[in-house]
Nanobody, 120 residues
Framework: QVQLVESGGGSVQPGGSLRLSCAAS????????MGWYRQAPGKERELVAH???????NYADSVKGRFTISRDNAKNTVYLQMNSLKPEDTAVYYC??????????????WGKGTLVTVSS
């Protein structure tokens, strides 16, 4: 069984910064990619950023230049550095790890989410 545990959410004023972390635990043989999604009230869940095990990244247009995703493969941990935060970044942020290899069949995993609130 794999668990993804997020941390680092909270409240911040516009223009501020937060750093999210997500650690995967369990008997893991490999995680090809990890990413962050977010869901604002009344909206669908959307991809924020994605990173492969080799470090290839992909960002939503709305966060390019402000957010940076990184990962520590040895720790099975992914980070999201969020700078110049805007009120429209307010959402629950979810960690995602697709196609995780364990002793069980390959499977996608999601964290429970961490709330980010940007407000003055």
């Amino acid at each position: 069984q794999v668990q993804l545990v997020e941390s680092g959410g909270g409240s911040v004023q516009p223009g501020g910064s937060l750093r999210l972390s997500c650690a995967a635990s369990g008997t893991i043989f490999g995680i090809p990619a990890m990413g962050w999604y977010r869901q604002a009230p009344g909206k669908e869940r959307e991809l924020v950023a994605h990173i492969t095990s080799s470090g290839i990244t992909n960002y939503a247009d709305s966060v390019k230049g402000r957010f940076t995703i990184s990962r520590d493969n040895a720790k099975n941990t992914v980070y999201l550095q969020m700078n110049s935060l805007k009120p429209e970044d307010t959402a629950v942020y979810y960690c995602h790890a697709p196609r995780v290899r364990t002793i069980s069949p390959v499977k996608d995993y999601w964290g429970k989410g961490t709330l980010v609130t940007v407000s003055s």
